[in-house]
């Protein structure tokens, strides 16, 4: 009798340990570079002086990231993992130019202004499931940070834009999905895709503020990591 209790006891132990088996388990790091998109639409009011401006611009680009995260299995091939990223270089969103915002002096003058996306970093929870032994698919949700860059160059002369630089911090939500697949016992590969939502980030000059309305960071790309 004595026996069978413990043989029990064991057979339940180890079908405890198999099902918070995982094949990412643990702390891990990891190193990628993919394609960005940035695409901001921002509009003008410059004290009711010349009404409200408005405009929009996207571009293309590529960066490369650095993650530190920790994975944990859960029962019935459900897993739980976390990481802090961080993006390097930057990401402009293009021009908006003489071609759709122009000021109100007469003839019209162009006004060039650039926007761009500095430092990103963030965290995000990844709640997957696994669809083999060494194959995890999972969401992404998290929150992101990054540098907002406005450059403005307006016409000559007394005119409501002055040409200059400005910079705010903004913060934005983030959502995606990933795989990741597992090479060695201690190597995988992944591949994931996700997008930030900024918020609306206002920036003030002495003539008026420029509101970016809108800034939308989207990001796909490759990745290898290690697990320790």
Request: charged content about 10%; proline content about 3%.
């Amino acid at each position: 009798m004595r026996v069978k209790v413990w043989l029990m006891a064991i057979g339940i132990g180890l079908t405890v340990s198999t099902a918070h088996a995982g094949s990412l388990d643990g702390v891990s790091g990891q190193l990628g570079i993919g394609v960005t998109s940035l695409n901001s639409k921002v509009t003008t009011d410059c004290g009711g002086v010349c009404g409200t401006l408005g405009g929009g611009a996207g571009s293309t680009g590529v960066l490369g990231n650095v993650a530190v995260g920790y994975s944990y299995a859960l029962p019935s091939s459900f897993n739980l993992a976390a990481n802090v990223f961080y993006n390097f270089g930057s990401s402009g969103s293009g021009n908006l130019n003489s071609s759709n915002i122009l000021s109100q002096t007469n003839p019209p003058a162009p006004i060039d202004r650039q926007y761009k996306l500095t430092n990103m970093w963030g965290v995000s929870v990844e709640p997957g499931y696994y669809l083999t032994e060494k194959l995890l698919g999972f969401a992404k949700l998290g929150w992101a940070q990054a540098g907002q860059h406005v450059s403005v160059d307006g016409p000559l002369g007394n005119d409501y834009v002055a040409s200059g630089n400005y910079n705010k911090r903004v913060n934005g939500f983030l959502y995606g999905v990933g795989m990741k697949h597992m090479l060695t016992d201690h190597v995988f590969v992944g591949i994931e895709a996700y997008q930030v939502k900024f918020q609306a980030a206002r920036l003030k000059d002495q003539y008026g503020d420029f509101v970016l309305a809108s800034s939308a960071f989207t990001y796909g790309g490759i990745e290898v990591g290690y697990k320790f």
